[in-house]
């Protein structure tokens, strides 16, 4: 054995020395056990929370690449009602002159999604008020057209008495996205009117097309021309 | 869970060597249990598999010398204690046999070895206190045998010398 060894064997038994008084908890497999389980919840947690913004992430872009579809509107979007007496009609008299003109849009902003219902009027196969057709509108090229189309009534500041109505009547909904309330626009037909919550339009442009067009047609032995 | 009733086994079975083995790597005994601990938490979830191969104990090893190589470099402070009755693995008897002498050096020694850099008391406590081939030494923690041997020599070489030069004062002074 030469000089290096003997040295060797003499650390080895002196760091034997230092340490082999000591003992290690008894209770040290059940403390890993605990603690490599709460680890092992740590890290679910924050993959959980990173998958739930990932598929955040990953529905943006979705959405930003195919700006035609809202998912996240869709999701959200109002059904129609089989009757059209199931909605809560505050206001079916238009409202006197408010002074608004028409300042403010029937429609602001950018809705995210709409939901045309179309119901039976009179005279109809369907029994009246009954639901005929609908749409649900999540291209965002289709909003605008529809939104423009609505934003071309004009507020009306008369009274007015119409004597077909009301009958062959539409519902439009406009949603903003999660967490806010939806427009309600009620389509008049016969009179060619729009009804909101605070006032009454007259209805311009095409309308009465797009309406048709997405939800079909009123089957009346009457129907007048295009509105 | 079997593997897990065969985990628990395990540590019972060799937790004393790792305590003593972290004891000289942390030089407080405190800090080596919590070292173990640390360790052995993340070998549980892989247990299953590490079980299955055969070397659990060189797995353990490793990661019980990544995870004291990791907080050395991760601790810009150090907590000091100041109960007298609680001060680390320096103050602790050493043992219920030997002289005044062999204390002497032996606590000597566990000051020498705080002084070496981390990766080579992890050489010096690899090769000579768990008494692991240079190869293995290599794979534990990670580089060539070259620089285990180097790094062996190194640090052996600092001990001996200090060790040596703590004997021959004593014995100066034993003279006078």
Known sequence: MNETDECDDVLHNLLHANVDHIHASTDLADRVEVGARRRRTARRS??????????????????AIHPGSVPTAAAQLPRCAQQLNTYLRAERRPKPNQGLGNAKP?????????????????????????????ATITDKAQISRLQSAVNKSQIFTGAMYCPFGPSDEAVMFFTYGR?????EVFYDRWCGMLHTADASYLVRGDLYQIVT?????WQHPATPSAR | MDEQIGFAEFV?????????AACLLTGDVHTAEDLVQTALIRVWPRWKRVSARGDADAYVRA???????????????????TDPHDAGLLNQAPGKSGSSDEVDQR???LRVLSDLAPRQRAVIVLRYYLDLSEAETATTLGCSVGTIKSQAAKGAAKLRNSIMAASSSKAKEDER
């Open chain 1, 106 to 134: 029937l429609v602001p902003g950018t809705p995210v999604g709409a939901v045309v219902c179309r119901y039976a009027g009179l005279n109809e196969l369907r029994p009246e008020g009954d639901l005929a057709g609908s």
């Open chain 1, 46 to 63: 924050v993959t959980g929370v990173v998958a739930l913004v990932a598929a955040g992430a990953v529905a943006g872009v979705l959405t």
């Open chain 2, 107 to 109: 606590l000597h020694l």
């Open chain 2, 63 to 81: 990661v019980l010398t990544n995870v004291f190589l990791t907080s050395v470099r991760k601790r810009r402070w150090r907590e000091v204690t």
């Open chain 2, 12 to 20: 019972a079975l060799r937790r004393d060597t790792w305590v003593r």
């Open chain 1, 179 to 183: 967490g806010t309330a939806n427009l």
């Open chain 1, 213 to 217: 067009n997405w939800t079909g047609i």
